[in-house]
């Protein structure tokens, strides 16, 4: 599965956690709209707001 291999790089490279990787997958986001990503992963929605999730996910600014 390309995009999980894509969702799982890019929290690689925000050096989130593997327990913080699993709560990603099965914890309900606003940013995709309630949903979780695994029911993002399974379903025909476009992957645009998982991938906006991922990247948003375990980055803090500083500030």
Known sequence: MPELEKVLAI???NLVPN???LRFFVTAD???EGK???????SSDSLD??????SA???????
Do not use: F, M, N, Q
């Not at 979780?36 to 399974?42: A, R």
């Not at 707001?49 to 991922?54: F, H, N």
């Not at 996910?57 to 500030?63: M, Q």
């Open 19 to 21: 327990w913080d990787k």
């Open 30 to 32: 606003y940013r995709l």
């Open 36 to 42: 979780t990503s695994i029911e993002i992963l399974s």
């Open 57 to 63: 996910y375990g980055v803090h600014s500083a500030g």
């Open 49 to 54: 707001s998982l991938i906006l999730a991922a």
């Open 11 to 13: 929290l690689d490279e």
